[in-house]
């Protein structure tokens, strides 16, 4: 079992799933800290609820895809001289911090779909710096790797018996027994989770922290609005929508109703993997921009009647703010916005990060 060609096939799995999880990490990342050259496609509409469903499901399918192979090659973390040459000390090193990172990184990830923060350093940007480091001591590792790769390919290729660390007596498993485990712990993990964002397994999400279908009026909640301390705020018959670019001006919400309202069926794609679609209608952002005379390409703050909190506020790029699905929605699945979801108004656009739809809107300003 702990031989290098169950090591290639296992490290094989896990590479692409960490492959997939980094793209899809950067991809988010970028999303939510543009460069300012940035742009980014709003279409298809379920675009960024793809990315973090794959993000979240390979992350998740990644861990026991690390215990195995940890597993398979933990004898050699006893191999005796330990240093034997500067490139097998690069390797060592490698591994070591390989080991440690992916560990401290899938931990965190799974915590953070538990929405639990327990530490003292910020979440994403300590898991972007992760990301980075576990990708290059990766690439490092199959760079050392290389030459015993090959060598498991080309046996294979011509059918000549596999590379078998004979220091190690094989015992217990049989390598058969030992994939199957591994593939079904994969399996079931996914298959347990996936549901919270690929809805036809919606019904075997046993174990992700979110039912996506399940709170007012179909839709699940992150932040409520008393956690946001907006209750009394987002009822009051004196709110308005204050609307800052070239000709201001402030609506009333009964004027917002009296605007076109258009509708579209976009889905909430939370960070943290549970997305659900919905029917949501109200007015163009676009609409709201020429109301007030701002600029073709302009972007947008969109601030919200939330004290503090780290969404209160939030930009839009021009490509978002042009788009004719992006709205300040006013109606959701056919009802008036629950105030949970973001009562007077909130921004829902298509491919975007639920984080950036934010709720409880009182000032939109145009930027330059
Ligand atoms: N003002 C404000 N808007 C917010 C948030 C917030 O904390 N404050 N949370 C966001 C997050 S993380 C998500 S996933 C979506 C969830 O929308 P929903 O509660 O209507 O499903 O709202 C977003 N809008
Ligand atoms: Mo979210």
Request: glycine content about 8%; proline content about 8%; aromatic content about 10%.
């Amino acid at each position: 079992m702990h031989n290098p060609r169950v090591a290639v096939s296992i490290g094989r799995l896990l590479a692409t799933c960490l492959v997939v999880c980094f793209l899809t990490g950067l991809y988010s990342h970028y999303l939510q800290e543009p460069a300012s050259w940035m742009s980014f496609p709003t279409r298809p509409v379920w675009l960024y609820r793809v990315n973090q469903g794959a993000h979240v499901a390979t992350g998740i399918a990644a861990i026991p895809l690390l215990m195995a192979k940890l597993w398979v090659v933990y004898p050699r973390l006893f191999e005796w001289p330990p240093l034997r040459s500067a490139m097998h000390g690069l390797e060592r090193a490698s591994i070591a911090v390989f080991v440690a990172a992916s560990l401290l990184q899938l931990f965190m990830g799974l915590l953070n779909t538990l929405q639990w923060y327990p530490w003292p350093f910020p979440f994403r940007e300590t898991h972007f710096f992760l990301a980075w480091v576990i990708i290059g001591s990766l690439l490092i590792h199959i760079a050392v790797k290389l030459p015993l790769i090959r060598e498991h390919w080309r046996r294979a290729r011509d059918g000549a018996p596999a590379v078998i660390d004979t220091a190690v007596p094989a015992r217990g498993w049989s390598r058969r027994g030992f994939f199957t485990a591994v593939g079904l712990t994969v399996a079931t993990v996914t298959v347990t989770t996936v549901g919270q964002s690929f809805s036809p397994l919606q019904k075997l999400n046993l174990f992700a922290p979110r039912t996506p279908n399940k709170g007012p009026q179909g839709l699940a909640v992150n932040r409520t609005a008393t956690q946001a301390g907006v209750l009394s705020s987002a009822r009051s018959p004196d709110w308005r929508l204050q609307i800052k670019g070239p000709r201001p001006v402030t609506l009333t919400l009964s004027e917002l109703h009296q605007m076109p309202q258009f509708q579209a069926r976009l889905p909430i794609s939370c960070v943290e993997g549970w997305s659900q679609n919905a029917d949501w209608s109200g007015v163009r952002v676009r609409d709201l921009l020429d109301r007030v005379g701002a600029p073709a390409g302009s972007g947008l703050r969109v601030i919200s009647l939330e004290p503090s909190g780290p969404f209160a506020q939030t930009e839009m790029g021009p490509e978002f703010a042009a788009d004719e699905l992006t709205l300040l929605a006013l109606r959701l699945n056919g009802e008036v916005l629950d105030i949970e979801h973001g009562y007077p108004a909130r921004i829902i656009a298509p491919a975007r990060p639920g984080v950036l739809q934010t709720k409880w809107v009182r000032t939109l300003e145009v930027l330059a």
